[in-house]
């Protein structure tokens, strides 16, 4: 059974760095063919999706987030990580992390595995 936890700090201030990890047990983040997503659910509204890091490390990211986010994994924790760079207000939500598959790259059927979630507020 795969098992994701997000954790982090649950409050950032405005222009900082908003820092999550996921780490992943019950499997590894290198196995074939997986991708490791992060989506987020600000407040009233519906799932985003941020970007993922594939089980061959290679990552992708949204276009309207991709200058201010980055994603990295550590193989040896077994983590994954979301670096998100000058927050605002907007950037409030349930941030969660997310086991897809992926062919030849492209994602291909439904998340199967979720984190439960994690509050990050973004206020001074």
């Known amino acids: 059974q795969v098992q994701l936890q997000e954790s982090g700090p649950g409050l950032v201030k405005p222009s900082q760095t908003l820092s999550l990890t996921c780490t992943v047990s019950?499997?590894?983040?290198?196995?074939?063919?997986?991708?490791w997503s992060w989506i987020r659910q600000p407040p009233g509204k519906g799932l985003e999706w941020m970007g993922v890091i594939r089980y061959d490390g290679s990552t992708g990211y949204s276009p309207s987030l991709k200058s201010r986010t980055s994603i990295s994994r550590d193989t040896s924790k077994n983590q994954f990580s979301l670096q998100l760079s000058s927050v605002t207000p907007e950037d409030t939500a349930v941030y969660y992390c997310?086991?897809?598959?992926?062919?030849?790259?492209?994602?291909?059927?439904?998340?199967?595995?979720w984190g439960q979630g994690t509050q990050v507020t973004v206020s001074s």
């Open positions: 019950g499997g590894s983040i290198t196995t074939s063919y997986y991708a």
């Open positions: 997310a086991r897809r598959t992926v062919v030849d790259g492209l994602p291909a059927g439904v998340y199967d595995y």
